[in-house]
């Protein structure tokens, strides 16, 4: 497995960058995860106050670049640096492949970012490690990420539960 430069933006697409988090985000990160379709669809983190997202941004996508190499990516604007949401993969114990997982800020949404970043997401998982096969976990109310996933090319593959909170979700499965 190849490890990436996780300096620089992973990536880029036509309107967007993505790139590490760092402690600098902050600010954003407790905004983000506060929001109540991202607590509805996602899961409240308990993230309250920015203290409270400096550990999350410690024990969540800084551990998991350095472990697996990926994590969630800071969404940008490359207009002007703005911070709009995450998108990224993540190692979830009970899938067998990486989880491709997004969230945008409700002014962000509807406006195509989230399928950009995340068909971006595909293809550099494909191109730094190789991966064959990429899912994506979602509520089965959550009809405008299922269009969303379907769109760029995944499929319903199985209901899964998630171990830590016995959520039943539905699995979406992409052959890069």
Request: contains cysteine; hydrophobic residues 35%.
């Amino acid at each position: 497995m190849n490890n990436p430069d996780l300096t620089s933006p992973a990536l880029k697409t036509e309107r967007l960058s993505l790139r590490p988090l760092t402690f600098d985000d902050t600010p954003f990160i407790t905004e983000l995860l506060n929001d109540p379709a991202y607590i509805r669809n996602i899961g409240d983190r308990k993230v309250r106050t920015e203290d409270d997202a400096r550990h999350y941004l410690t024990t969540g996508p800084m551990e998991s670049y350095k472990v697996n190499g990926f994590g969630l990516f800071c969404v940008v604007l490359k207009t002007d640096d703005t911070p709009i949401g995450t998108c990224g993969l993540l190692k979830r114990d009970f899938l067998d492949y990486p989880d491709l997982g997004y969230a945008f800020l409700p002014e962000f949404r509807s406006r195509g970012y989230a399928g950009e970043a995340s068909a971006g997401v595909l293809y550099w998982g494909k191109k730094t490690f190789d991966l064959q096969k990429i899912g994506a976990i979602v509520n089965s109310d959550n009809q405008a990420s299922i269009r969303l996933l379907e769109r760029i090319g995944f499929s319903y593959e199985k209901e899964v539960t998630i171990p830590e909170t016995k959520k039943l979700v539905k699995l979406l499965v992409a052959e890069l």
